[in-house]
């Protein structure tokens, strides 16, 4: 899987392109003349490889490298290299090529170490500004890391120490992107903490499928049930294929299914069976998916589908009701994130949204339960509070951040990712 995703025709002509790079730099512009020193260029080509294409071609660019190095000794270019050839050739071109290859891999690691710092800790500090609930849910594959499990220990022993209104909850993607051995190893790991854990779990039939072929017939929420990965129960994103026995199991564990209506019609992937979880007595939750499948990223729209994909779906008008699209969207998200809101009760966080009940959405007012699952929308919205804090007041954010310059940075990123993507 890991192999397939790196091997395109533009991974291997941008490397092609590195290695060529490397080569002509170590010939004519290994040692470029700077006052009193010398600098070497070639190490550009190979950190650029590594950061860009992983350790791997890190590794590879580093080792033809350290090819080139011994070529242009044997060729006369070096003398001091030569002399040690002439002395130990096979020791000589063997630490040639581990120098180069492990110089090569650590950027690589290196850089891909700082980043999943950077970005658990850049997420903590905008919500941090903003004073809101962050729940980071541990999301990481087989394949985004030397040690995910790690990664996994170090973020839930640092976020879960900082504040009631902060969780880490230590999971991983999906069944078809971790190897057994990692999933086995999340699954102690929260038996041991007394922590639920969270994946991605029977979003499309395509996923289920494979699962059952790979695993001697079990689905994934089967698979994952014999490897212990919820004891302690957790939350499950998507559950569009689960089955009746997939949903007595999740029951069984206190899994909360947490629902992504809008991105799950974007992809294709299905509808969930929102009406069997609810008749079993579960409590699933809302979620949005992210915004590469969900442009809108709306909790008003995910309630109107929570709510009105079960009634086409089950050809009943009157299945699932916009109370209980309501209260999965409020009570039963903080709870299967183990905070304390949803509702306004002593003892509960002040979150809260201050709604707009003149607008024409709102009128008239005979349900407002259901004028906000069937007719609102986010321009309904007036205030929103985190915390006890006003983040937003009619068209003004307080939350630590001008949001023109949250705009023009997501403008600049946006056009980083279509010239990466066009590579």
Same mark, same amino acid.
């Given at each position: 899987m890991?192999?397939?995703?790196?091997f395109t025709?533009?991974?291997i002509?941008?490397? @092609?392109?590195l290695l060529?790079?490397?080569?002509?730099l170590?010939?004519?512009?290994?040692?470029?003349?700077?006052?009193?020193t010398?600098?070497?260029?070639?190490?550009?080509p190979?950190?650029?490889?590594?950061? &860009?294409?992983g350790?791997a071609?890190? #590794?590879? &660019?580093g080792?033809?490298?350290g090819?080139?190095?011994v070529?242009?000794a044997?060729?006369?270019?070096? *003398?001091?290299t030569l002399?040690l050839?002439?002395?130990?050739?096979?020791?000589?071109?063997?630490?040639?090529?581990?120098?180069g290859?492990a110089?090569?891999?650590?950027a690589?690691l290196?850089?891909?170490?700082?980043?999943k710092?950077?970005e658990?800790?850049?997420v903590f500090?905008?919500?941090?500004r @903003?004073?809101?609930c962050?729940?980071?849910?541990?999301?990481l594959?087989s394949?985004?890391c030397?040690?995910v499990l790690a990664?996994?220990?170090r973020?839930y022993?640092?976020?879960?120490?900082?504040?009631?209104?902060?969780?880490?909850i230590?999971?991983?993607? @999906? $069944?078809?992107?971790c $190897? $057994?051995?990692?999933?086995?190893?999340?699954?102690?790991?929260?038996i041991?903490?007394?922590?639920?854990?969270?994946?991605?779990?029977s979003?499309?039939?395509?996923e289920v499928?494979?699962?059952?072929?790979r695993?001697?017939?079990?689905t994934p929420?089967?698979?994952?049930?014999?490897?212990?990965?919820?004891?302690?129960?957790?939350?499950a994103a998507h559950c569009?294929?689960a089955?009746?026995?997939?949903?007595?199991?999740?029951?069984?564990?206190g899994?909360v299914?947490?629902?992504?209506s809008a991105?799950?019609?974007?992809?294709?992937?299905?509808i969930?069976?929102?009406?069997?979880?609810?008749?079993?007595?579960?409590? *699933?939750?809302?979620?949005?998916?992210?915004?590469a499948s969900?442009n809108?990223a709306?909790m008003?729209? =995910?309630?109107?589908?929570?709510?009105? &994909?079960q009634?086409?779906?089950?050809k009943?008008?009157?299945?699932?009701?916009?109370?209980? @699209?309501l209260?999965?969207?409020?009570?039963?998200?903080?709870?299967?994130?183990?905070?304390?809101?949803?509702s306004?009760?002593k003892?509960?966080?002040?979150d809260?949204?201050?709604?707009?009940?003149?607008?024409?959405?709102?009128r *008239?007012? #005979?349900?407002i339960?259901?004028?906000?699952?069937?007719?609102?929308?986010?321009?309904?919205?007036?205030m929103?509070?985190?915390?006890?804090?006003?983040?937003?007041?009619?068209?003004?954010y307080?939350?630590?951040e001008?949001i023109?310059?949250?705009?023009?940075?997501? =403008?600049?990123?946006?056009?980083?990712?279509?010239?990466?993507a066009?590579?």
């Open positions: 890991k192999s397939s995703r790196f025709s533009r991974n002509a941008f490397l @092609a392109v060529a790079l490397v080569i002509v170590q010939i004519w512009a290994s040692a470029i003349p700077l006052g009193a010398r600098i070497s260029l070639t190490l550009i190979i950190v650029l490889g590594a950061v &860009l294409l350790p071609a890190g #590794a590879f &660019l080792a033809a490298f090819v080139v190095v070529v242009v044997v060729a006369g270019g070096d *003398p001091f002399t050839l002439s002395d130990h050739p096979a020791l000589t071109v063997l630490l040639c090529l581990v120098n290859a110089a090569g891999a650590a690589g290196l850089f891909k170490l700082g980043r710092k950077n658990s800790a850049a500090a905008a919500a941090n @903003a004073n809101l962050l729940a980071l849910c541990g999301s594959n394949y985004d030397d040690d990664d996994i220990a973020n022993d640092k976020y879960n120490t900082m504040s009631d209104r902060v969780r880490y230590p999971g991983l993607h @999906a $069944e078809y992107t $190897e $057994e051995k990692l999933l086995e190893e999340v699954a102690d790991f929260a041991e903490r007394g922590a639920p854990t969270c994946i991605h779990l979003e499309t039939l395509k499928g494979d699962c059952t072929v695993h001697g017939g079990l929420p089967q698979y994952l049930h014999k490897l212990g990965f919820f004891e302690n129960g957790g939350i569009v294929y089955d009746k026995d997939d949903l007595d199991l999740l029951h069984q564990y899994v299914p947490v629902i992504n991105s799950n019609l974007k992809l294709a992937s299905g969930p069976p929102v009406s069997a979880m609810l008749r079993r007595g579960m409590a *699933p939750a809302l979620g949005t998916d992210g915004t969900n809108a709306s008003f729209r =995910e309630m109107y589908l929570f709510s009105c &994909l009634k086409q779906a089950m009943d008008a009157a299945a699932v009701s916009a109370e209980q @699209a209260c999965a969207a409020t009570e039963n998200g903080y709870k299967a994130l183990g905070f304390r809101g949803g306004l009760k003892g509960n966080f002040a809260m949204v201050l709604l707009d009940l003149s607008a024409p959405s709102m *008239p007012q #005979a349900d339960g259901k004028n906000i699952v069937y007719s609102a929308d986010t321009s309904c919205v007036l929103t509070m985190a915390g006890g804090r006003i983040v937003y007041d009619r068209g003004s307080h939350i630590g001008d023109s310059v949250i705009y023009a940075e997501c =403008e600049k990123r946006q056009k980083r990712l279509l010239r990466e066009l590579r």
